[in-house]
C-alpha cells in the first residue's frame, strides 16, 4: 500500500476510516489517486523509521490518529517511495526511497511495483488465500509485480551472468557466428536486429540491445505435429563452442524458472476461479524462451536517433514472464494514466509481468503490460550498463486460448476471439523480427498514444 508521494505529486486531502488513513493525491495532470495505508501504530513507526534513514525528516512527516494526515510537509520536489505489504505476519517495508533525480529530468515518475512473497503457497490454506487476493489484485491493477519467497537459488543467476559476460566479451564477428535466421528465435541477436514496436503495429529506429534466446534443451514437437511453423516453436538452441560455461548455465537457471512459471499458473488459475491446474494443463509441451539481455551504451557511443530505445514499448506474448534485472534504471511500464512510470527491482526479486495470451483468457479482467527500456539520460556520460534475463511461458502451441468463464457475462461479453497460441506467438514475433505489423488481435487498445 502506498504510504508516501511519488513525484512531482502533491497531496491535496486526507480522510480516515476504521482501520485506515486515505490520502488522496493530486498529479501534475489533475489525476487524482487514492491509496491507503493501515492505521496502526506500529506500522506508522515503520514508515517513519524509513524516511528517517534516508534523510527525509525535513520533507516528510508520518503521524498516526483520526484525523491526522499520513503525511504533512511534503515537499514536491522530493521522490519519495514507501510501500507496505504484509505476510504471514512479518510486516515491513520494502521499497521506500529511490532518487528520482534522472527520472525527473526525463519528465517521468518512477517508483516501485508492489512485491509479493509467493512463498505463502506453500504455508498452509489462510496464507495461501491471501496470496491468491494479493496476485489477483497485482493483475488486476497493473499486470507488473515483483515476488520473493520464490526458492531460485540466486547463485544460478549468478552463474548464467558470468557465463553470458563471457560471451558478450567476444569479437563480434564470433558473436554472428550464433546467429539463426530472423524466423527462428534462438542463439544471438544483435545490436539493432530488433524492433520490439513493432510487435503492437508502431514503427521505430531499431532496439539497442543484444541477447542470446534460448528454449528448453532437447524439447521435441509431439509426434506427428510437424509442421513448418511447429518446426520453428522447436528448433534446437545454438551453443557458442567458444564459451563452454554457457550451456550448464542456462539449463540450470531455466529448469529453476520454468518450474516457477508453473507454480504461479497455479496460483493464477486459482485466483481466477477454474482448477489450480487449468494453465499447467495447457503447458504439457510448451513454448518456453529465455531471452539473456545486455543493454550497454560505451564510453565514446553517439546519442541514439530520434525516438530509439534500448527497447521499444511492447507487451509480451504469452501467459507469464519470469524476469530478473539489473537494479538500475530504464525499465518502464505503461500506467493507468498514459504516463511512464520506471521500474527499480528489488534485491533478490523476480519481476513478474502478464503476456496477451493471459489478457485473452481473461477478457481483460487481468491485462498485458505495455513496457520499454529507455537509454540513460541524455546529459550522462560514459560507460552504462544493464543487464536482464526474461524467462516466457506462453504455453503449449496447439492450447486453444478463449475466455474464461469467470471473466465474462451478459454485460461483459467475450472480446477476443478464440485463437491457437502458436499462430498468435508467431505473428507477434514476426512483428519485432521482421519489422512488419503483425496480423494479430490488439489487446492494448487507446492505452498507447500513436
Known amino acids: 500500500m502506498l504510504v508516501a508521494a511519488v513525484g512531482a505529486r502533491r497531496i491535496v486531502e486526507v480522510g480516515t476510516a476504521p482501520g485506515y488513513t486515505a490520502c488522496s493525491l493530486a498529479s501534475a495532470n489533475d489525476t487524482t489517486m487514492v491509496d491507503t495505508i493501515e492505521n496502526d501504530p506500529e506500522h ?62 526525463q519528465g517521468m515518475c518512477m517508483t516501485n511495483i508492489s512485491v509479493i512473497d509467493v512463498g505463502a503457497w506453500d504455508r498452509g490454506p489462510s496464507e495461501r488465500a491471501r496470496l491468491v487476493k494479493e496476485i489477483d489484485r497485482a493483475c488486476a491493477q497493473s499486470g507488473f509485480f515483483q515476488i520473493v519467497g520464490h526458492g531460485v537459488d540466486p547463485e544460478l543467476i549468478g552463474e548464467l551472468l558470468r557465463a553470458a559476460e563471457e560471451f558478450y566479451a567476444r569479437p563480434v564477428s ?43 534443451e532437447g524439447a521435441l514437437a509431439p509426434v506427428g505435429s510437424s509442421t513448418p511453423e511447429v518446426d520453428r516453436i522447436f528448433a534446437p538452441n545454438i551453443w557458442p563452442a567458444t564459451v563452454p560455461s554457457l550451456k550448464p548455465a542456462v539449463i540450470a537457471y531455466f529448469d529453476a524458472v520454468a518450474d516457477l512459471s508453473l507454480r504461479l499458473a497455479r496460483i493464477f488459475a486459482v485466483a481466477l476461479g477454474v482448477d489450480e491446474e487449468f494453465f499447467v494443463q495447457r503447458c504439457t509441451h510448451p513454448t518456453e524462451l529465455m531471452r539473456v539481455i545486455r543493454y550497454e551504451r560505451h564510453e565514446d557511443a553517439p546519442p541514439p536517433a530520434e525516438g530509439q530505445l534500448r527497447m521499444g514499448a511492447h507487451t509480451d506474448f504469452g501467459i507469464v514472464t519470469v524476469l530478473y534485472a539489473d537494479a538500475v534504471p530504464g525499465l518502464q511500464i505503461l500506467g493507468q494514466d498514459g504516463s511512464w512510470v520506471s521500474v527499480v527491482p528489488e534485491p533478490g526479486a523476480f519481476i513478474i509481468n502478464l503476456g496477451d495470451l493471459l489478457a485473452q483468457w481473461t477478457n481483460d479482467r487481468w491485462r498485458s503490460t505495455v513496457h520499454r527500456v ?33 471473466c465474462a457475462s451478459d454485460a461483459n461479453p467475450p472480446k477476443y476471439p478464440p485463437v491457437l497460441a502458436g499462430d498468435y506467438l508467431l505473428a507477434k514475433l514476426s512483428g519485432s523480427r521482421e519489422l512488419q505489423r503483425p496480423d494479430t488481435v490488439d489487446t492494448v487498445g487507446s492505452r498507447l498514444a500513436d
Not at 494526515?69 to 526511497?97: H, I, K, M, Q, T
Not at 550464433?178 to 534462438?186: E, F, G, L, M, Q
Not at 504455453?395 to 469467470?406: N, R, T
Open 44 to 105: 506508522v513507526e515503520l514508515a517513519r523509521a524509513e524516511i528517517a534513514r534516508y534523510g527525509l525528516d525535513d520533507r516528510v512527516s508520518v503521524h498516526h490518529g483520526d484525523a491526522e494526515p499520513v503525511l504533512a510537509g511534503f515537499d514536491e520536489s522530493a521522490y519519495v517511495v514507501a510501500f507496505f505489504d504484509g505476510f504471514a505476519g512479518d510486516e515491513r517495508l520494502n521499497s521506500p526511497v529511490v532518487d528520482g533525480s534522472d527520472m525527473n529530468r
Open 174 to 216: 564470433e558473436k554472428l557466428d550464433s546467429v539463426s535466421p530472423p524466423n527462428i528465435n534462438r542463439g544471438y541477436s544483435p545490436i539493432g536486429a530488433e524492433a520490439l514496436s513493432y510487435s503492437l503495429g508502431r514503427e521505430s529506429p531499431p532496439d539497442l540491445f543484444e541477447a542470446f534466446n534460448f528454449a528448453r
Open 374 to 406: 529507455v537509454p540513460p539520460p541524455s546529459d550522462s556520460t560514459g560507460r552504462a550498463l544493464r543487464r536482464s534475463v526474461a524467462f516466457f511461458q506462453d504455453g503449449d502451441f496447439d492450447a486453444l486460448v478463449e475466455c474464461l468463464p469467470s
